[in-house]
């Protein structure tokens, strides 16, 4: 079979992930209003946050599990990773990807991959690999760079056309090359075949992030935003209304 292309475009000196969040709490705070929500009254021995990034999450998982492992292919993010998650016990570090996860199968029980999609073009292989380390009755917590949100259906309509079945690149023309990381929107109802092709079966849906935008968030106090936010997860997640979906899948039996 062959090797997995190498997945580590965050390696970049001149880019450092901790401050892309600067200026960002709204959307922070909607992603963890969105996990505890889903995760609610749940327990877990061993968590994964794949493609974690330097950590962001990970504290944040530490409340829901005895172990919590950040898998990621950037060492540029782990060694921010190092200084960000000192002093936190029980969170490892693996150099790892999610086409070829380094980790046992069925070894844990909560699995999250939060702003990853948009860089896996085709996450098939990702989601067999998630299918074989979660344990039987394991959850997976994946969110989805989402096409098909409410802007731009309008969009989309104004132009005469529906929404992509497929991912759609959303890099500049200078950056369409193989050297540039990808980055792709999904289209909900298409992940989800997907995923059920896999044997994974999503059992809810959150729209996350339904306000993000520059401009309301100049105009309309944060404790506002995120009330209104915490109001609109639910009822809009039928529609996919928010910018970023959150889905909450089993194995399915
Ligand atoms: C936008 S960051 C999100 C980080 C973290 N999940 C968060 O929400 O703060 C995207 C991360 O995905 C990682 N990534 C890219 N391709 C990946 C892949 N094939 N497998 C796992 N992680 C990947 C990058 O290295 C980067 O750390």
Not at 17 to 24: A, F, Q, S, V
Not at 111 to 119: A, E, L, P
């Given at each position: 079979m062959p090797k997995a292309k190498k997945a580590n475009q965050?390696?970049?000196?001149?880019?450092?992930?901790?401050?892309?969040?600067?200026?960002?709490?709204?959307?922070?705070?909607?992603?963890?209003?969105?996990?505890?929500?889903?995760?609610?009254?749940?327990?877990?021995?061993?968590?994964a946050d794949i493609g974690g990034g330097y950590g962001r999450l990970c504290?944040?998982?530490?409340?829901?599990?005895?172990?919590?492992?950040?898998?990621?292919?950037?060492?540029?993010?782990?060694?921010?990773g190092k200084e960000f998650l000192q002093g936190h016990k029980n969170i490892d570090m693996v150099l790892t990807q999610s086409d070829d996860l380094k980790l046992?199968?069925?070894?844990?029980?909560?699995?999250?991959?939060?702003?990853?999609?948009?860089?896996?073009?085709?996450?098939?292989?990702?989601?067999?690999?998630?299918?074989r380390v979660l344990s039987d009755d394991g959850i997976l917590i994946l969110e989805i760079a989402n096409n098909a949100h409410a802007l731009n259906r309008v969009r989309?309509?104004?132009?005469?056309?529906?929404?992509?079945?497929?991912?759609?690149?959303?890099?500049?023309?200078?950056?369409?090359?193989?050297?540039?990381?990808?980055?792709?929107?999904?289209?909900?109802k298409t992940v989800i075949k997907q995923l059920a092709h896999e044997g994974l079966k999503v059992e809810k849906v959150l729209s996350v992030s339904?306000?993000?935008?520059?401009?309301?968030?100049?105009?309309?106090?944060?404790?506002?935003m995120l009330n209104l936010e915490k109001a609109m997860q639910k009822p809009l997640a039928k529609s996919f209304f928010g910018p970023s979906t959150f889905l909450l899948i089993k194995k399915a039996s």
């Open positions: 965050y390696d970049d000196p001149s880019f450092n992930y901790l401050n892309y969040w600067d200026g960002r709490d709204y959307e922070n705070a909607a992603e963890q209003i969105a996990l505890k929500r889903l995760l609610k009254g749940m327990r877990f021995k061993h968590a504290v944040f998982l530490k409340d829901y599990a005895s172990k919590v492992t950040l898998a990621e292919p950037s060492q540029q993010q782990l060694d921010i046992k199968d069925k070894s844990v029980d909560l699995i999250t991959v939060i702003r990853v999609m948009h860089h896996l073009p085709d996450p098939s292989k990702s989601f067999a690999e998630f299918k989309y309509a104004l132009k005469g056309k529906g929404i992509p079945k497929d991912p759609v690149d959303i890099r500049s023309s200078k950056n369409r090359n193989d050297k540039e990381i990808a980055f792709v929107n999904h289209n909900p339904n306000l993000r935008s520059p401009a309301l968030k100049k105009v309309v106090p944060q404790a506002v």
